[in-house]
């Protein structure tokens, strides 16, 4: 097994994206400075789920093999081309007494989309041969390419219902935010393990589960 090798895969696999907490910073931003988020922080609020997906895709490897007697060590680079694309939204609402003589409606909304279409690994790869067989097992860090587009919603009504003379006003206010980051970078780490059999002077052929997380404003990860 000593020295270079490359090869091509298919791939398929599952997604998972974490939107739970993806718009905290833009609704942070939108109520900085306003006395309701101090109080009762609702940037803070979880408004969205998570969203899982599955795909196809297709890309290469390229590796160096070191090997002494059966044990082999690599360091090798993995790329795949797919399209795992997920999407939610959602909202809350509350009701509370502040300030004093007024009633505060708060509404917060917020929706999220990622679209990964560009993903690997750069991995240090070990195995044991046995025969024509070997077995391994690998970690390393995470790569990718993504489309993130967020945005966040928040009005606020403040109605008066105290008993001033002259009566205080109740007015009201809305605020919007996006943020849109495509062809965004995004990084974390790998795991996995696999098997390569060798065919035939050199050829071999691969099966291999791989775990990429990534580790973004979407928590994402990743099993082909």
């Keep these: 097994?000593?020295?270079a090798y490359f090869g091509a895969?298919?791939?398929y696999g599952a997604a998972d994206m974490d939107f739970t907490n993806s718009g905290q910073d833009l609704l942070a931003k939108l109520l900085n400075n306003v006395d309701?988020?101090?109080?009762?922080?609702?940037?803070s609020w979880p408004l969205?789920?998570?969203a899982h997906m599955q795909s196809s895709g297709y890309g290469g490897f390229v590796g160096y093999n070191w090997q002494w007697t059966d044990a082999v060590v690599a360091i090798e680079l993995n790329y795949t081309h797919g399209?795992?694309?997920g999407s939610n939204s959602g909202a809350q609402g509350r009701t509370f007494q502040y300030p004093t003589n007024y009633v505060t409606t708060a509404i917060a909304s917020s929706s999220s989309?990622?679209?990964v279409t560009d993903y690997g690994s750069l991995r240090v790869r070990g195995g044991y041969a046995i025969d024509n067989w070997l077995p391994y097992g690998f970690a390393g860090i995470a790569m990718g390419q993504a489309n993130i587009n967020r945005r966040a919603d928040v009005a606020l009504d403040y109605n008066y219902v105290g008993t001033a003379i002259p009566a205080l006003?109740?007015?009201?206010?809305?605020?919007s935010l996006t943020d849109n980051a495509n062809a965004h970078f995004i990084s974390g780490f790998a795991g996995g393990v696999g098997v390569d059999v060798m065919l035939y002077a050199g050829l071999f052929f691969r099966a291999e589960w791989e775990y990429l997380r990534f580790l973004t404003k979407v928590d994402t990860t990743i099993n082909t």
């Design 1 to 3: 097994w000593q020295g």
């Design 9 to 11: 895969h298919a791939s």
């Design 36 to 43: 309701v988020q101090a109080q009762f922080n609702i940037s």
């Design 48 to 50: 969205q789920s998570t």
């Design 83 to 85: 399209n795992f694309f």
């Design 113 to 115: 989309y990622m679209k």
């Design 169 to 175: 006003p109740s007015y009201s206010a809305a605020y």
